[in-house]
């Protein structure tokens, strides 16, 4: 199950995720918001990271302006790894080296026909589960 969460800016990009998710049979759970008028990232942020911490979902998209403030916040949370990338090289590179379970994307930064194609790439990409990888993700949550 997929967690979604954006702010304001969001809107046109949320609604061309979700035509693809449901084209391709892919559960979703959309946390907000659903407005067009200002909103605050943090919260939406914070609600999908909840929700794969409490693994009610085990993947989240999360989408804001530059997906700046959207990813930093996430990365607050302990367990949460958000990626926030703009080009599927680091899309496929988040999944196969960092596991990352939150894709961040940026809808004041790139058009709607490549997030999808990024959330694609995201998808269909697996855990590399090298040993290098492995301690590394561990190390990110140590002091
Ligand atoms: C909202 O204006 C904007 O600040 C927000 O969407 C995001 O880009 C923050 O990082």
């Known amino acids: 199950m997929i967690a979604i ?11 061309a995720i979700m035509e693809y998710l449901d084209k391709n049979g892919i559960a979703y759970k959309d946390y907000g918001c659903n407005e067009i008028l200002a909103s605050d990232y ?14 009610e979902c085990n993947m989240g998209i999360i989408i804001c302006g530059t997906g700046i403030g959207i990813s930093i916040t996430a990365n607050k949370m302990k367990g949460i790894r958000a990626a926030l990338c703009h080009d599927c090289f680091s899309a496929e590179a988040a999944r196969l080296h960092n596991d990352a379970n939150v894709l961040a994307l940026g809808a004041r930064v790139i058009g709607t026909g490549l997030a999808v194609k990024i959330l694609d ?16 993700i561990k190390m990110m949550e140590e002091d």
């Not at 943090?42 to 693994?55: M, T």
Request: aromatic residues 10%; glycine residues 4%; proline residues 2%.
């Open 5 to 15: 969460g954006n702010d304001h800016t969001a809107y046109e990009m949320k609604k």
């Open 121 to 136: 790439t995201f998808l269909h990409t697996d855990f590399s589960k090298d040993e290098r990888h492995i301690s590394r």
């Open 42 to 55: 943090p919260k939406y942020a914070k609600l999908v990271g909840r929700a794969i911490q409490n693994k």
